[in-house]
């Protein structure tokens, strides 16, 4: 499995954006999908995860009500819109998938920077 990201930027706080992750090669395997994110000095957390089959989705604590978490199984794409962002959310992020295999994928990761 591949995945490749985009859509990160900088943005000023309070502003918008979308990221995607495209999903390529054996993507029938995959039975999740989450985005990662990792700030200077910091250890990479979770931000938010959707299952393939049935949709569930899970967010960290600080992201609830300001992300959405979203894919479109046609397309093999996931989508993170990340709204009302923060200076705290400045980060690399990284797009994850996990494989009925116990296989673990990860996106080179894009940047996303939020000026105050």
């Known amino acids: 499995v591949q995945l490749v990201e985009s859509g990160g930027g900088l943005v000023q706080a309070g502003g918008s954006l979308r990221l995607s992750c495209a999903a390529s090669?054996?993507?029938?395997?995959?039975?999740?999908m989450g985005w990662y994110r990792q700030a200077p000095g910091k250890q990479r957390e979770l931000v938010a995860a959707?299952?393939?089959?049935?949709?569930?989705?899970t967010y960290a604590d600080s992201v609830k009500g300001r992300f959405t978490i979203s894919r479109d199984n046609a397309k093999n794409t996931m989508y993170l819109q990340m709204n009302s962002l923060k200076p705290e959310d400045t980060a690399v992020y990284y797009c994850?998938?996990?494989?009925?295999?116990?296989?673990?994928?990860w996106g080179q990761g894009t940047q996303v920077t939020v000026s105050s």
């Open positions: 959707i299952t393939s089959t049935t949709g569930y989705t």
């Open positions: 994850n998938a996990w494989s009925m295999f116990d296989q673990d994928y």
């Open positions: 090669g054996s993507t029938f395997s995959i039975n999740s």
